[in-house]
């Protein structure tokens, strides 16, 4: 009974890790644009496929992975600087214009998924891990906890730093939060807005390639274009930034880790039928005990 609760804590901490990849990836366009990004799933989707491409050709994760980041950054950059960016300029004042980019996204999620297919065909390809996925031995008894959870969840946690120190200790992370609330305020500054803004869908696309990448080496290895895993990952990345508080890294890492474990011990000591459902009690007892989230701070009222 104890190894089985370790395992499931351990299963949970690995699954949350990679939702809190995702979830931040949802968090970087928010704070940096205002927009929900329902597209981030196609896009690590595709960047994915960038690093599949390094590893044919170079045979190294090592390789494939910073090609992914590389990959994801630029395609998330380039849609927002002609797509995203047209199409806010274009709408016009009011909730319709607060609302159209997020719409828009929906429609673009299905155009990376076709244009995937048509370039790389509807058959499963395969990337091998870096590490080793067999489970750390105690004593008698074999973890699920292997070297590739471990590397999975340290680099989350690399990565939760890195970010949070970028917007909370440098001059970009300033331009960021500033470009996302007051726009005209901070033109008039002196900020870059549309340039601070392309940064950071960049930064959420590389996020996502690397939530991309772990999700599929942490399971059997192989995906498509169809492959119901990546949105199952942008589900439960936007969950866990809602959780944790969509104004959060800190909070999307927390979310993440905490729906993975939920998600865990509800499939191993409730019923596997409970799998698509438990993430959404989750979000509904969240958003009826605190609904900013659990790190997110209320919104002042106004008149």
Do not use: C
């Amino acid at each position: 009974m104890m190894f089985q609760l370790i395992n499931t804590f351990l299963i949970g901490i690995t699954a949350g890790s990679i939702y809190a990849l995702m979830a931040m990836a949802i968090v970087l366009v928010w704070r940096s644009t205002r927009v929900i990004n329902f597209a981030q799933a196609g896009m690590a989707l595709l960047s994915t496929y960038f690093g599949y491409e390094a590893m044919v050709h170079m045979n190294s994760f090592w390789i494939a992975l910073p090609v992914a980041m590389l990959g994801g950054a630029l395609f998330a950059a380039i849609i927002e600087l002609v797509f995203m960016r047209l199409l806010v300029k274009r709408s016009s004042s009011g909730h319709i214009a607060s609302v159209a980019p997020i719409i828009a996204t929906l429609g673009l999620l299905g155009v990376i998924r076709a244009v995937t297919a048509i370039i790389w065909g509807g058959q499963d390809v395969r990337i091998i891990g870096p590490v080793s996925n067999f489970g750390y031995t105690l004593g008698s008894e074999v973890l699920v906890f292997s070297p590739l959870k471990l590397l999975i969840l340290l680099t989350v946690v690399v990565l939760v730093l890195l970010l949070t120190i970028l917007f909370q200790k440098t001059n970009i992370g300033l331009a960021l939060r500033a470009s996302a609330f007051s726009p005209e305020i901070a033109r008039l500054s002196g900020v870059k807005v549309d340039l601070v803004r392309t940064l950071g869908w960049a930064l959420a696309g590389s996020a996502g390639a690397v939530a991309g990448m772990f999700q599929t080496v942490n399971g059997n290895g192989t995906f498509s274009p169809d492959s119901i895993e990546f949105s199952l990952l942008l589900v439960s990345g936007f969950i866990a930034a809602v959780i944790g508080g969509l104004e959060s890294l800190v909070g999307a890492a927390i979310g993440g880790l905490l729906l993975g474990l939920v998600i865990s011990f509800v499939l191993m000591y409730v019923s596997s039928s409970l799998f698509f459902i438990a993430p959404f009690i989750v979000l509904l007892i969240v958003l009826f005990i605190r609904p900013q989230g659990i790190i997110g701070v209320k919104a002042d009222r106004r008149a």
